[in-house]
Each structure stands twice: as structure tokens, then as C-alpha cells.
């Protein structure tokens, strides 16, 4: 059981835009720490997608976008690529639990 | 560019030990904290510890109950993971990755390739 929720998939056609949702609560999101997003490809460690809330590393394209309003966040793609296809997961910290934590996961299929 | 390389496959009998290194290179290795995250096959990521290498402290998740430890060895620039009384839960992929302070507003920005385990009798 993730501490924060996200949806276990979602799906889009090449060159549409798809959001994945990241629900925590008064303990981490919404106590003001910063979430981050991470792609995982198949047989690849993670790579960080978006860091604070809404900023995009070096290298991540601007395709990628990240936003954050009470206690939640949200990812957005936009410009559906094949490329794209992977599990996306959300990470913040949870004050109660002194952890870092994550979101469950979300599987993105680009149909 | 920061690297990070993990120690190969483990297969361990239930009730064993782990121990896992990971070798950083290209950057000052007491200048990142390195954090311990694995992923049980079909299941999300789970934070499991960090380690300071600059000083060797270290603050684990309550959640593995005293079965975790993390040390490192400045002169390889390694740190370690230890796992202890291993059961088939711990059947996962292991990543070490790095993180600039140990602030709950941190992310992971270089990560491990992984390390498979996996716990059977």
C-alpha cells in the first residue's frame, strides 16, 4: 500500500496529452514538500523527470510538465510519443513517517 | 558525469543475509547522501535508508524493523546495503541513488542500474 495514490494506468494516442494524477495528504504533499516525478523504462533505473514539483532537468524534454496544489500533483504529457511508454511514479517526502515515499505507480500505454 | 555501479544478481535462501555495493565515481563522493530504494516485482518503488558518506549517518525506514543497514567505505567510495533475516517479501530490485542534501524537499537525481535478488528456498 503506496502512502501516495496514483492511478494504475493510463493510456493516449500519439500526439495527445495525457495527466497523471498523485494524491497524498496533510503529511507530506500537503505540508509543503516538493514532489518529483520518475520515469521507469523497461530494464532502466529511474530516471527523475520533473524535481520540485515543476522543474525539468537537463536533457527531459518540455513535453514534460509538473504542477502541484494543495495535497496534490500532477504530471502531464503532452505530444504522446511511442517513446513515452513506461511506468511513472511520484515521490515526496511524509513528515509523519520521517520517509521518503512514492506513489504506487502509473503505467503509461501510448496506443 | 555522476555514476553509479551496483554489484551483480544475488539468489539467497530465506533467513540469509545481503549485502549490496554500490561505487560512485565522477563527483566528490562525500558531497551527495545516497539512499537505498527497491521494488518487489509487480510493485512501486519503496524507500529503504540513506547514508551520509561524509560522516556515516544513516536513518532507515521503520518499516524493515531493524533488518536494514547501509556503511560505506571512503577509501573505494562504496556504500553498502546490508539486509538481514531475509524472507521472499525481500525479493526485489535494489537501487542506490544519489540525492544534494537530506531535506524532505530532496529528490534522486542519479541513480544505480539495480540490483536483482532474489529470495527462495
Known amino acids: 500500500q503506496s502512502v501516495l495514490t496514483q492511478p494504475p494506468s493510463v493510456s493516449g494516442a500519439p500526439g495527445q496529452r495525457v495527466t497523471i494524477s498523485c494524491t497524498g495528504s496533510s503529511s507530506h504533499i500537503g505540508a509543503n514538500f516538493d514532489v518529483h516525478w520518475y520515469q521507469l523504462l523497461p530494464g532502466a533505473a529511474p530516471k527523475v523527470l520533473i524535481y520540485a514539483n515543476s522543474n525539468r532537468p537537463s536533457g527531459v524534454p518540455d513535453r514534460f510538465s509538473g504542477s502541484k496544489s494543495g495535497t496534490s500533483a500532477s504530471l502531464a504529457i503532452s505530444g504522446l510519443q511511442a517513446e513515452d511508454e513506461a511506468d511513472y511514479y511520484c515521490q515526496s517526502y511524509d513528515s509523519s513517517l520521517s520517509d521518503w515515499v512514492f506513489g504506487g505507480g502509473t503505467k503509461l500505454t501510448v496506443l | 558525469q555522476v555514476q553509479l555501479v551496483q554489484s551483480g544478481a544475488e539468489v539467497k535462501t530465506p533467513g540469509a543475509s545481503l549485502k549490496v555495493s554500490c561505487r560512485a565515481s565522477?563527483?566528490?563522493?562525500?558531497?551527495?547522501?545516497i539512499h537505498w530504494v527497491r521494488q518487489a516485482p509487480g510493485q512501486g518503488l519503496e524507500w529503504m535508508g540513506i547514508?551520509?558518506?561524509?560522516?556515516?549517518?544513516?536513518s532507515y525506514t521503520h518499516r524493515l524493523h531493524g533488518r536494514v543497514a547501509m556503511t560505506r567505505d571512503t577509501s573505494t567510495n562504496t556504500v553498502y546495503l546490508l539486509l538481514s533475516s531475509l524472507r521472499s517479501e525481500d525479493t526485489a530490485v535494489f537501487y542506490c541513488?544519489?540525492?544534494?542534501?537530506?531535506?524532505?524537499?530532496?529528490?534522486?537525481?542519479?541513480w544505480g542500474q539495480g540490483t536483482p535478488v532474489t529470495v527462495s528456498s
Open positions: 565522477a563527483y566528490t563522493f562525500t558531497n551527495y547522501y
Open positions: 547514508i551520509n558518506p561524509r560522516g556515516g549517518a544513516t
Open positions: 541513488a544519489t540525492s544534494y542534501d537530506s531535506s524532505g524537499y530532496t529528490h534522486f537525481d542519479h
